[in-house]
């Protein structure tokens, strides 16, 4: 299936992203380093072949400034209800466009590689749910909808699961898409941890995120 997607991208504010980081680095590096990762994230996805449109849902006037860098509209989230709500307003607003596919992407996988993730936009099908784990194997770090309404987005704990049932429970397929550049999402200070290794050898793979963690004095 040839496809021709809308990327949605649900970003906390960053005074309230992170948390569980809270630990390992300051306020500061925290908000900084969430924009950076949002800027890797709609770099990869402006490179992507199969992407046409990016959506970025977000009550943080930053992101909205990175968003319309990169090309992206914005779709104002004032109530910060949490992820799924966002992803929600943003699938909304992809439908409202004429969008047949919705790629749900998380603002803090840096690491996201194009030329993967198009590779599972071309194994799409309508009636498909592709279901991204993380690198655990029980979260969900992306969904492809084809619809993009297939399912409601409830993400979380175990959502994994959670996922697959609501796909089957609309007669749709439930797909499990391991895609290695989108498994490592930073919520803990060990994600971050594995995150610094990966850009020490290959900076590359996401320059904005490196950056910021490997600059002077950064905790």
Do not use: Y
């Amino acid at each position: 299936m040839t496809v021709v997607a809308t990327a949605i991208i649900p970003v906390k504010r960053f005074a309230s992203a992170k948390q569980r980081l809270t630990a390992a680095v300051g306020p500061e590096l925290r908000a900084a380093l969430a924009e950076a990762m949002l800027g890797d994230v709609l770099a990869a996805v402006g490179r992507s072949r199969g992407i046409q449109r990016a959506i970025v849902v977000s009550g943080e006037p930053a992101a909205g400034q990175v968003a319309r860098t990169h090309e992206a509209e914005v779709v104002g989230d004032p109530d910060d209800e949490g992820h799924s709500r966002a992803a929600t307003l943003g699938v909304d607003r992809a439908l409202e466009l004429g969008a047949g596919v919705a790629v749900l992407l998380p603002g803090d996988c840096p690491l996201v590689d194009p030329a993967e993730l198009d590779a599972a936009l071309d194994r799409l099908t309508e009636g498909r749910v592709a279901i991204v784990p993380d690198r655990h194997g029980t979260g969900t770090n992306a969904l492809l909808l084809a619809p993009p309404d297939a399912i409601e987005p409830a993400f979380g704990d175990g959502s994994r699961a959670r996922h697959e049932r609501l796909a089957r429970a609309g007669g749709n397929e439930a797909a499990i898409e391991r895609l290695d550049s989108l498994a490592l999402d930073v919520d803990t200070p060990d994600d971050l941890a594995a995150l610094r290794e990966v850009l020490a050898d290959a900076p590359w793979r996401a320059p904005r995120t490196a950056a910021v963690l490997h600059a002077p004095l950064r905790a």
